[in-house]
């Protein structure tokens, strides 16, 4: 540092350069205004970083909020295809259903002659058209009516719509078919009865039906009670069963109105019943 008699000067750098108190003074101003200037700089600009990242990341939730309203909109709109395909196949459902059911009933139609108490010892099984007889009703089968066991006719459903329900324990289908049928008598329990017939080849023991009975299975399926045709081999041979489920519908003036392997039961429409004024 030098100084002379009238103002001070100061050295600030190897090669001597001298200031002026003033001079030093506006020197540090300025590079005080340049150093708060350049820290404002600084700090707008992290602001703006900041402002930017939160845009950044509000946008990122609205694109993840605009995804999740299209996949479910996408899904509502695929559930209401499922839903308006659906309807669309139950309208044509039950006439594919009797179309089906028509073209079983020709194939039984066909099957071999059966060996009978017919006049000339032979006739052919009961089908489609065929008025039943009188010993049809007469007959006197084996039921198990709640695990017991009772003999009595089909004379108490004639003159309704009978369904034969020919089924066995080990048929899931014929037991999956008992919800549908069940409501379907409790709709229509003024002009329908569904008689179950467990037969030959498929009989079971009587106390595997009274197992089935007394273990509840049967509410498993949706039945209220259990009531079947045991041991039976007339109705079986009678109508030349074929495969099961079977199910032989039989119109209220005693003629074979149907045989299908199919559950019709299940539809809004149920043949021979609601055909106003027509039940033959």
């Not at 970083?49 to 605009?66: A, D, I, P, T």
């Not at 073209?103 to 032979?122: H, I, V, Y």
């Not at 509410?219 to 199910?247: E, K, R, T, V």
Request: aromatic residues 12%; glycine residues 6%; proline residues 3%.
């Amino acid at each position: 540092m030098l100084k002379n008699s009238k103002r001070e000067s100061y050295a600030l750098s190897p090669e001597e350069e001298m200031f002026s108190d003033n001079e030093l003074s506006v020197c540090l101003q300025t590079k005080t205004d340049q150093n708060i200037n350049t820290l404002k700089n600084f700090t707008h600009q992290g602001d703006q970083s900041n402002h930017l990242m939160q845009r950044s990341s509000f946008n990122e939730q609205l694109y993840n909020l605009g995804t999740i309203y299209w996949l479910i909109y996408a899904a509502l709109y695929l559930l209401n295809l499922i839903l308006c395909f659906w309807r669309a196949i139950k309208e044509i459902a039950l006439p594919v259903i009797m179309v089906i059911g028509m073209l079983n009933m020709f194939s039984l139609s066909a099957q071999t002659p059966r060996k009978d108490s017919g006049a000339d010892g032979k006739s052919t099984p009961w089908t489609v058209g065929h008025f039943l007889p009188e010993e049809f009703w007469d007959k006197e089968h084996l039921f198990i009516i709640n695990g017991d066991t009772v003999r009595r006719t089909l004379q108490q459903h004639r003159g309704k719509v009978l369904v034969l329900d020919f089924w066995y324990i080990g048929c899931s289908a014929c037991l999956r078919h008992q919800e549908s049928i069940t409501k379907a008598k409790e709709k229509y329990k003024d002009q329908l009865d569904v008689v179950m017939v467990n037969n030959l080849p498929k009989w079971n023991k009587l106390e595997d039906l009274q197992k089935f009975y007394r273990t509840k299975k049967y509410i498993d399926y949706g039945m209220h009670d259990f009531q079947s045709i045991i041991a039976d081999d007339y109705l079986y041979n009678g109508f030349a069963s074929l495969g099961y489920p079977l199910y032989i519908w039989i119109t209220p003036a005693g003629r074979v109105g149907l045989i299908t392997n199919l559950n019709l039961l299940d539809q809004d429409v149920i043949p021979f019943i609601e055909r106003s004024g027509n039940n033959d």
